[in-house]
């Protein structure tokens, strides 16, 4: 029988990459869990829309998401076995910002997330990913962020999310697998 639990967190600590252990609330930690939340909340949003462009595009994302985790989880940078996430992803995403964002029309007014079940994902997605920023910057601030590509792909994803937000708002894909 495999086991889905070791125990060695129960006092509130956890591992991270390393040779320390870290309090559960430490900010490398607090980090990495939203930036884990993002993913998960981008992986509800792609399960909401039947369209394989944005299957793949979030897909593709999470996988970044995945590389950038790594980067916050390290103690000490390891270039050669664990690369950054390079600086033509953060160009990949402002294209995607572009090619979703310019044929959409111009928002002058707050917009309220929950046009359909889509727009609502994308909406939760964007704002844990504001907050996945925010933690990421804390960690940068005590000098405790080796990425130097972390914070701005996630300040250009939220961007991304809104885009996206608004694009299926308006133009509905098909929900549902």
Request: hydrophobic share 40%; proline share 6%; aromatic share 6%.
């Amino acid at each position: 029988m495999r086991t889905y639990f070791t125990a060695r967190g129960d006092e509130g600590q956890t591992d991270q990459l390393g040779k320390t252990r870290l309090s559960k609330s430490h900010p490398r930690i607090r980090a990495v869990g939203a930036i884990d939340e993002a993913s998960a909340a981008l992986g509800a949003a792609r399960a909401q829309i039947n369209l394989p462009e944005f299957h793949e595009l979030i897909k593709a994302i999470q996988m970044d998401l995945s590389r950038i985790m790594t980067q916050v989880s390290l103690e000490t940078p390891d270039p050669d076995k664990f690369p950054d996430l390079k600086p033509e992803r953060l160009a990949w995403l402002e294209g995607k910002i572009s090619h979703y964002g310019d044929p959409l029309e111009k928002h002058d007014n707050f917009i309220l997330p929950g046009e359909n079940l889509a727009s609502a994902a994308l909406g939760m997605a964007r704002s844990i990913i504001r907050r996945a920023e925010r933690e990421t910057v804390a960690l940068h601030e005590k000098g405790l962020l080796t990425s130097e590509n972390a914070l701005p792909y996630l300040n250009r994803l939220s961007s991304l999310c809104f885009v996206l937000e608004l694009a299926t708002a308006e133009n509905p894909p098909l929900e549902g697998n």
